[in-house]
């Protein structure tokens, strides 16, 4: 009898003993689990805020007669609302901003990219703020469409200029992109040169909730998962 009462107890804690390192496995399992659907959300959270600050920087915009003119004729446009510092003479530190495109006069869902530097010679740009570049010509927004990597610079093809230097006659008219911010006088009458535009994957998959391709967006394939969300109206 005593025999067996010992058995049964070294049988419990033989059990109990390799429960042990399961349950703690399980339990960090657990743990990244919810550590993973918290980094998700926060960048859900993340690629909204930007949505929402980028529908602030077309307000503004809107707000110049001009401004709303270039809207109209704008096939699309690219908004960083938060563009880091330009240092002088070789460009700086960019952003994340967000496109919408024009379908047959409805404005896509956003595509979000980050950006480098704007550079703009031997002069000083921009310290930061709010940028807009309202993309005028199909050959401008391919590279939003077809690019990993690209830029929008005269090396491209295209025109960019400063929407502060330009003349009231010539809206729309030549230009394949026009650039602007809120800061006055953006880069006066300079050639402009932004590098570095990409593809930011990690935002458009927080924000769609799948793996999405920039075409589709650009083409109004891909539905707002805002639905007629603040920028839109905007």
């Known amino acids: 009898m005593r025999n067996r009462i010992t058995t049964l107890i070294c049988s419990s804690l033989l059990c109990l003993a390799g429960t042990g390192p399961a349950l703690a496995a399980e339990m960090e399992d657990m743990e990244r689990t919810q550590a993973t659907e918290s980094e998700a959300q926060e960048s859900t959270a993340d690629a909204r805020d930007v949505v ?3 529908a602030e920087v077309i307000e503004k915009l809107r707000e110049d007669p001009e401004g709303r003119e270039l809207l109209n004729q704008a096939r699309a446009v690219f908004i960083v609302p938060d563009y880091g510092r330009a ?7 960019g952003g994340q901003g967000v496109l919408v495109a024009k379908n047959e ?6 595509a979000f990219y980050n950006m480098g530097a704007i550079n703009v010679g031997l002069q ?8 807009a570049f309202l993309i005028m ?8 469409r077809d690019g990993q990597n690209f830029s929008l610079n005269a090396d491209a093809g295209l025109t960019i200029i400063d929407f502060s230097a330009r003349g009231q006659a010539s809206a729309g008219k030549g230009e394949d992109v026009v650039v602007w911010s809120d800061t006055e ?6 050639a402009i040169s932004v590098a570095d535009i990409f593809w930011d994957e ?3 998959q927080a924000y769609y909730d799948q793996t999405v391709a920039q075409a589709d967006i650009i083409d109004g394939n891909v539905q707002d998962p ?3 969300s603040a920028l839109r109206a905007e």
Not at 124 to 131: H, N
């Open 202 to 204: 990690e935002a458009n």
């Open 185 to 190: 006088g953006l880069f006066a009458d300079l």
């Open 87 to 93: 240092a002088l003479g070789i460009g700086g530190a």
């Open 226 to 228: 805002q639905g007629d």
């Open 124 to 131: 000083a740009g921009i310290e930061a703020g709010e940028v």
């Open 105 to 110: 006069g409805a404005w896509s869902a956003p």
């Open 52 to 54: 929402q600050k980028s």
């Open 137 to 144: 010509s199909e050959p401008a927004l391919k590279g939003f």
